[in-house]
Protein backbone atom coordinates (compact mmCIF):
# COMPACT_ATOMS: atom_id res chain seq x y z
CA UNK A 1 0.00 0.00 0.00
CA UNK A 2 1.07 3.22 -0.93
CA UNK A 3 1.55 6.56 1.35
CA UNK A 4 0.70 8.67 -1.09
CA UNK A 5 -2.32 10.60 -0.54
CA UNK A 6 -5.44 9.13 -2.69
CA UNK A 7 -6.40 11.68 -5.65
CA UNK A 8 -8.34 14.10 -4.67
CA UNK A 9 -12.04 14.18 -5.99
CA UNK A 10 -12.35 17.97 -5.89
CA UNK A 11 -13.00 18.88 -9.53
CA UNK A 12 -11.46 22.38 -8.62
CA UNK A 13 -8.21 20.13 -7.68
CA UNK A 14 -8.65 17.54 -9.85
CA UNK A 15 -9.79 18.59 -13.31
CA UNK A 16 -10.36 15.00 -14.70
CA UNK A 17 -13.45 14.97 -12.55
CA UNK A 18 -16.48 16.61 -14.33
CA UNK A 19 -19.83 17.35 -12.56
CA UNK A 20 -23.07 17.01 -14.79
CA UNK A 21 -26.40 16.28 -15.06
CA UNK A 22 -26.96 12.55 -16.59
CA UNK A 23 -27.93 12.42 -20.47
CA UNK A 24 -29.43 9.76 -22.52
CA UNK A 25 -26.34 7.70 -22.83
CA UNK A 26 -25.61 7.45 -19.14
CA UNK A 27 -28.31 4.81 -18.31
CA UNK A 28 -26.64 1.73 -18.41
CA UNK A 29 -23.61 3.57 -17.27
CA UNK A 30 -25.50 4.55 -14.39
CA UNK A 31 -27.37 1.05 -14.11
CA UNK A 32 -24.20 -0.67 -13.89
CA UNK A 33 -22.75 1.68 -11.08
CA UNK A 34 -25.51 1.27 -8.59
CA UNK A 35 -25.21 -2.67 -9.47
CA UNK A 36 -22.08 -2.75 -8.20
CA UNK A 37 -22.90 -0.43 -5.31
CA UNK A 38 -25.86 -2.51 -4.08
CA UNK A 39 -27.99 0.15 -4.88
CA UNK A 40 -30.69 -1.66 -6.73
CA UNK A 41 -33.40 -3.82 -5.95
CA UNK A 42 -35.83 -6.13 -8.38
CA UNK A 43 -39.05 -4.35 -7.34
CA UNK A 44 -37.45 -1.05 -8.89
CA UNK A 45 -36.73 -0.35 -12.46
CA UNK A 46 -33.73 1.96 -12.36
CA UNK A 47 -34.12 3.10 -15.76
CA UNK A 48 -37.61 3.76 -14.94
CA UNK A 49 -36.20 6.15 -12.16
CA UNK A 50 -33.65 7.85 -14.16
CA UNK A 51 -36.21 8.66 -16.52
CA UNK A 52 -38.43 9.92 -14.32
CA UNK A 53 -36.09 11.85 -12.26
CA UNK A 54 -35.21 13.91 -15.70
CA UNK A 55 -38.40 14.73 -16.54
CA UNK A 56 -39.44 17.49 -14.53
CA UNK A 57 -37.46 20.94 -13.10
CA UNK A 58 -38.08 19.19 -9.57
CA UNK A 59 -35.28 16.49 -9.81
CA UNK A 60 -32.20 15.16 -11.70
CA UNK A 61 -29.55 12.53 -11.87
CA UNK A 62 -26.40 14.15 -11.15
CA UNK A 63 -22.94 11.97 -12.46
CA UNK A 64 -19.53 12.33 -11.56
CA UNK A 65 -17.05 11.56 -14.26
CA UNK A 66 -13.67 11.06 -14.83
CA UNK A 67 -12.22 10.38 -18.48
CA UNK A 68 -15.52 9.58 -19.98
CA UNK A 69 -16.16 6.89 -16.80
CA UNK A 70 -19.12 7.73 -14.43
CA UNK A 71 -17.64 7.01 -11.14
CA UNK A 72 -20.14 8.80 -8.69
CA UNK A 73 -23.95 9.69 -8.80
CA UNK A 74 -26.78 10.75 -7.25
CA UNK A 75 -30.25 11.47 -7.84
CA UNK A 76 -31.72 14.64 -5.81
CA UNK A 77 -34.97 16.34 -6.08
CA UNK A 78 -37.63 18.41 -4.14
CA UNK A 79 -41.07 18.98 -3.62
CA UNK A 80 -40.64 22.53 -3.22
CA UNK A 81 -40.28 22.26 0.70
CA UNK A 82 -37.49 19.64 1.31
CA UNK A 83 -34.85 17.84 -0.84
CA UNK A 84 -34.04 13.90 -1.02
CA UNK A 85 -30.85 12.46 -2.38
CA UNK A 86 -31.67 8.61 -3.61
CA UNK A 87 -28.83 6.48 -5.60
CA UNK A 88 -26.27 7.70 -3.81
CA UNK A 89 -23.13 6.11 -5.40
CA UNK A 90 -19.40 5.45 -5.90
CA UNK A 91 -17.32 3.58 -7.62
CA UNK A 92 -16.04 0.14 -5.48
CA UNK A 93 -13.04 0.46 -7.81
CA UNK A 94 -12.53 4.31 -6.38
CA UNK A 95 -13.45 3.89 -2.55
CA UNK A 96 -11.14 6.40 -0.81
CA UNK A 97 -11.18 9.16 -3.56
CA UNK A 98 -13.53 11.54 -1.91
CA UNK A 99 -16.36 10.53 -4.23
CA UNK A 100 -19.23 10.09 -1.76
CA UNK A 101 -18.35 13.52 -0.05
CA UNK A 102 -18.15 14.95 -3.77
CA UNK A 103 -21.18 14.14 -5.45
CA UNK A 104 -23.18 14.65 -1.67
CA UNK A 105 -22.21 18.03 -1.96
CA UNK A 106 -23.15 18.51 -5.61
CA UNK A 107 -26.57 17.19 -4.51
CA UNK A 108 -26.64 20.03 -2.01
CA UNK A 109 -25.27 22.82 -3.70
CA UNK A 110 -28.13 21.66 -6.63
CA UNK A 111 -30.92 21.93 -3.72
CA UNK A 112 -29.70 25.48 -2.45
CA UNK A 113 -29.73 26.52 -5.92
CA UNK A 114 -32.96 26.08 -6.14
CA UNK A 115 -33.87 27.47 -2.48
CA UNK A 116 -34.20 24.29 -0.84
CA UNK A 117 -33.36 24.61 3.07
CA UNK A 118 -33.14 21.29 4.03
CA UNK A 119 -32.77 17.70 2.80
CA UNK A 120 -34.11 14.42 3.79
CA UNK A 121 -32.13 11.29 3.49
CA UNK A 122 -32.94 7.73 3.86
CA UNK A 123 -30.75 4.90 4.70
CA UNK A 124 -31.91 0.98 4.42
CA UNK A 125 -31.34 -0.30 7.54
CA UNK A 126 -29.09 -3.29 5.86
CA UNK A 127 -26.54 -0.27 4.55
CA UNK A 128 -26.18 0.37 8.20
CA UNK A 129 -22.13 0.92 7.50
CA UNK A 130 -22.46 4.28 5.48
CA UNK A 131 -24.76 6.02 8.19
CA UNK A 132 -20.54 7.12 9.45
CA UNK A 133 -20.29 8.62 6.10
CA UNK A 134 -23.35 10.58 6.52
CA UNK A 135 -22.81 11.46 10.24
CA UNK A 136 -19.34 12.97 9.47
CA UNK A 137 -20.80 15.09 6.58
CA UNK A 138 -23.03 16.69 9.16
CA UNK A 139 -26.46 14.60 8.95
CA UNK A 140 -28.30 13.44 12.02
CA UNK A 141 -31.04 10.60 12.99
CA UNK A 142 -33.92 12.59 12.99
CA UNK A 143 -36.93 11.40 15.32
CA UNK A 144 -39.64 10.20 12.58
CA UNK A 145 -40.40 7.30 11.10
CA UNK A 146 -40.64 7.06 7.11
CA UNK A 147 -43.65 5.42 6.12
CA UNK A 148 -44.72 4.26 2.21
CA UNK A 149 -47.15 2.79 -0.30
CA UNK A 150 -47.07 1.17 -3.59
CA UNK A 151 -49.67 2.92 -5.72
CA UNK A 152 -48.75 0.86 -8.09
CA UNK A 153 -46.85 -2.43 -9.13
Not at 47 to 75: Q, T, W
Amino acid sequence: MSDAPAPSANPELNPAITLRSAEDADFEALVRLWDACGLTRPWNDARKDIAFARRGPNSDVLVAERHGHIIASAMVGHDGHRGAVYYVSADPAHRGEGLGRLIMKAAEDWLIARGVWKLNLLVRKSNSGVIGFYEEMGYTEEDVVEMGKRLKE
